[in-house]
C-alpha cells in the first residue's frame, strides 16, 4: 500500500522559516504531479502549491505567492515546500497529495490519497 510521508513541521515565530517534505513510499512521486494542501482549525483543506512531474512548472495559491516554494528531487523521491516569512494565519496541517492529472490542479478531488499531515504552527 502507498503511503506518504509528511515531516518537516514544527512551532516557529512569525517571520520564520519552514521546509516540509513528502516521500511517498512503494511508488515514484515523478509518476505524478504533486500537491501541497493545508488545513486550519474549523476550516476546509486548501489548496497551497503544486508541481508539474518534471518540477518545471509550478503554481501557488495567492496567499503564499512570493513567500512559498515548492520543488522536487525525483531522484529522492521527494517533494518539498520551503516556506519563509511564516505568518499565524499559516498555521494548519500541512499535506502532500499526489494527482494523475496533467495539469496542476487546484481542487483537492484530483487529488489521489493523503498522508497524515504535518503541523505547522506559528505565534505571533
Sequence with gaps: QVRLVESGGGLVQAGGSLTLACTPSGRTSST??????RQAPGKEREFVAAI???????RYADPVKGRFTISRDNAKNTVYLQM???????TAVYYCAPSSR???A?????YLYWGQGTQVTVSS
Design 32 to 37: 505524478y504531479t504533486m500537491g501541497w494542501f
Design 52 to 58: 508539474s512531474r518534471s518540477g518545471g512548472t509550478t
Design 106 to 110: 487546484t481542487n483537492q478531488n484530483d
Design 84 to 90: 519563509i516569512n511564516l505568518q499565524p494565519e499559516d
Design 102 to 104: 496533467l495539469y496542476l
